[in-house]
C-alpha cells in the first residue's frame, strides 16, 4: 500500500494543506488525496478532537486512542502537528502557504483570522492560492456566526420532520448532511483548478452545511412551498409513491422501493390482483403516496408469508427494487459489499485488525482513484515536512520544545 502508483493521477503535483476538523473538512482532503494531491493533514500539537472520536484501539505510544472516522477520513495524508496560534507558528504557516495550491479550513471565520488562514493573508502569500471553507451556515445571514453540526442542519431543512413520526421528529445516524457538503466541496475546488488553470487566478470555495441540507431536501420544500402540502412523518413510509417501505418477512426485514407507473404494475402483477391497477385510489404515485397505509398493509401481509430470501429472490425476479435491511456486521459480509471492491483493509498502528476502509465512490477508468497510504499517526510526518521547508533538526527540535510543532 505504501509503494509507488503505476498509474498516473489526475492531482499529482498539487498540494493541499488541510486544516479540517471532523467529517466535512477533513473528507474534502481525503477525496482530493484518493486523486492524487500531495494533502498535509495539520492538527492540534496533542491531536484534534475528529482523531478520537469513535475510539476503535488504544492508537501508538502519544495517542490516547484513534477514532473510527479518522481512520477513514485521512488516509492517503501526510501529518504535521502545529500551534498557528504561536508567533513562530504563523511563520511556519506562511512557508506552507508558499508551497501549496488549495488550503482546506472548515473553521470559523474569527478563527480563520486568528491563525492567518482567511483569504486575504492567503494571497498576501500565495496571490493564486485556493481556499476551501466550509461553516454551518455560510458567511452571510444573521446566523453566520453560529456553529453547528450535520445534525442541525438536516433539522432545519426539514428532514427530521418529514423522516420521523407525527409526534416525533428522527434523525438519521449517517451524518449525510457533513458527506454531502465535502462532495460539494470537492466539486467546487476542482473546479477552482481548472479555473486557475486557464486564467492564473485564485479564489474561495465556500460550502455550507444548511447549504446541502436544503439542497437535498429541496423537494419536500418547493412542494411545500407550492401545494401547502403539509406532510407529517410517516416512519419508512414513503410519501409521494407506493409501496416504499421497510417490511417484516418471517425471518427478518427487506426494504422495498416502488416508484412509478411500471413498476407499480409489476407490482400488482406479483400481488396477483388487477385492483390496485383499477381503483382510483391508486391512479398515480402521489395518489399511491396518500393511500400508502393500504398499499403498505398489503405489501406486509405477502412478505409475512416468505423468508427474507425468498421474498428478495420474488421480487427481484420481478425487477422490483429491494434489499437486505441490514446491520452493520450484515453489510461487512454482503458478497457485493466484499465483490465489488468497495472496502479496502488498511492497517493502524495500535489496533487489533485492519480498518475495512471504504474506497472513493467515483470510478476513474485512466486515473483511478487509490488508497495508498493509512492516515497518519500524530505528528508523523512532522519533522520531513519541516525540513522540507528548510528548518534544521536543531530548530526543530526546540519547535517541539516550544510546543510550536
Known amino acids: 500500500m505504501q509503494g509507488e502508483l503505476t498509474v498516473a493521477q489526475v492531482l499529482d503535483g498539487v498540494r493541499v494543506l488541510d486544516f479540517g476538523r471532523y467529517i466535512a473538512g477533513p473528507c474534502c482532503g481525503m477525496m482530493l488525496a484518493d486523486l492524487g494531491a500531495d494533502v498535509i493533514r495539520i492538527e492540534k500539537i496533542d491531536g484534534s478532537e475528529d482523531r478520537f472520536t469513535g475510539p476503535v484501539g488504544e492508537g501508538p505510544e502519544g495517542e490516547e486512542s484513534v477514532g473510527s472516522g479518522y481512520v477513514h477520513l485521512n488516509r492517503n495524508k501526510r501529518g504535521l502537528t502545529l500551534n498557528p496560534m504561536k508567533p513562530e507558528g504563523r511563520e511556519i504557516v506562511k512557508k506552507l502557504v508558499a508551497t501549496a495550491d488549495i488550503v482546506i479550513a472548515n473553521l470559523p471565520n474569527e478563527t480563520l483570522t486568528a491563525m492567518g488562514l482567511d483569504y486575504d493573508s492567503l494571497c498576501a502569500v500565495k496571490p ?37 413520526y407525527e409526534d416525533e421528529p428522527m434523525k438519521a445516524h449517517t451524518p449525510w448532511v457533513d458527506f ?4 460539494a466541496a470537492t466539486i467546487g475546488t476542482l473546479s477552482a483548478l481548472l479555473h486557475r488553470r486557464a486564467t492564473g487566478e485564485g479564489q474561495r470555495v465556500e460550502g455550507s452545511l444548511l447549504g446541502t441540507a436544503l439542497l437535498f431536501n429541496n423537494a419536500a420544500l418547493i412542494e411545500q412551498s407550492m401545494i401547502q402540502a403539509d406532510r407529517v412523518g410517516s416512519g419508512n413510509r414513503g410519501q409521494t409513491s407506493g409501496p416504499s417501505d421497510a417490511f417484516k418477512c418471517q425471518d427478518d426485514w427487506i426494504i422495498v422501493q416502488v416508484v412509478g407507473k411500471p413498476l407499480f404494475e409489476r407490482w400488482a402483477k406479483l400481488m396477483g390482483e388487477d385492483y390496485w391497477l383499477t381503483d382510483p385510489k391508486f391512479k398515480d404515485d402521489l395518489a399511491r403516496g396518500d393511500n400508502g397505509v393500504e398499499i403498505s398493509a398489503r405489501m406486509q401481509k405477502w412478505c409475512s408469508e416468505r423468508t427474507r430470501e425468498e421474498a428478495i429472490a420474488a421480487l427481484s425476479e420481478a425487477r422490483i427494487p429491494t434489499g437486505h435491511i441490514y446491520k452493520p456486521e450484515d453489510t ?73 510543532i
Open 332 to 404: 461487512l459480509k454482503d458478497p457485493q459489499v466484499l465483490g465489488g471492491d468497495f472496502l479496502q483493509d488498511v492497517d493502524y498502528p495500535g489496533t487489533d485488525s485492519p480498518a475495512p476502509v471504504a474506497k472513493l465512490h467515483i470510478r476513474l477508468s485512466k486515473t483511478p482513484a487509490s488508497i495508498r497510504m493509512r492516515a497518519p499517526t500524530l505528528g508523523e510526518h512532522t519533522n520531513d515536512i519541516m525540513r522540507d521547508l528548510g528548518y534544521d533538526d536543531g530548530t526543530i527540535a526546540e519547535l517541539h520544545e516550544k510546543r510550536v
Open 180 to 183: 454531502g457538503t465535502a462532495s
Open 128 to 164: 493564486d492560492i485556493i481556499l476551501t471553507t466550509v461553516s454551518a451556515f455560510s458567511t452571510s445571514g444573521p446566523y453566520k456566526d453560529r456553529v453547528g453540526f450535520d445534525g442541525v442542519a438536516a433539522a432545519m431543512s426539514g428532514m427530521m420532520h418529514l423522516s420521523g
